[in-house]
């Protein structure tokens, strides 16, 4: 498994987790689609900037992982494929952090929820690069490769 199998199932769990987040009606007002962005409902226009914000962030962050797939199956990279592919993530990223800091700002309030989560992300992060890249792990160590038979 190498870095490249690594980002796309990084890329579809946090796809996975950002789709059962639109999709399911736990928010404080309901269903993000229905409840939550209806005329008259408390908070309307931060709801629907936070809708917003993880659909197009998804939409984008999905055509990265189509992006992968092909990297995948090709030998060869444009240049071209890897500037849209890292612009895509970064922005389709940004996105959804902006609409879970708008919401946790304008409605949550749940500043220790909100860090505490990030803190989870980033040392779940590091342990799936430490198995990828441990010494006891990989083929390379001390900087000689380890030939298998």
Same mark, same amino acid.
């Given at each position: 498994?190498?870095?490249?199998? +690594? ?7 946090? +796809?996975?987790? +950002? ?16 409840? *939550? ?8 226009? =931060?709801? /629907? ?23 995948? *199956? ?5 240049? =071209? ?5 890292? /612009? ?39 342990? +799936? ?6 010494? *006891? ?6 900087? =000689? ?5």
């Amino acid at each position: 498994m190498g870095l490249k199998h +690594l980002h796309l199932a990084i890329l579809i769990l946090s +796809l996975t987790a +950002l789709c059962l987040a639109v999709i399911l009606p736990q928010w404080h007002c309901g269903s993000l689609f229905e409840k *939550c962005t209806e005329s008259g409902s408390a908070k309307k226009d =931060v709801m /629907l900037a936070v809708t917003c914000c993880l659909i197009i962030g998804i939409t984008m962050l999905s055509v990265v992982c189509i992006i992968d797939f092909i990297q995948l *199956c090709s030998k060869t990279r444009s240049g =071209v494929e890897r500037t849209v592919r890292m /612009l895509l993530l970064y922005v389709g990223s940004l996105l959804a952090l902006a609409a879970v800091i708008i919401y946790t700002v304008e409605i949550s309030g749940s500043w220790s929820y909100f860090i505490a989560t990030c803190g989870s992300i980033f040392a779940i992060q590091l342990s +799936l690069m430490t198995v990828l890249y441990g010494r *006891c792990c990989s083929r390379y160590s001390a900087g =000689v490769r380890i030939e298998e038979r």
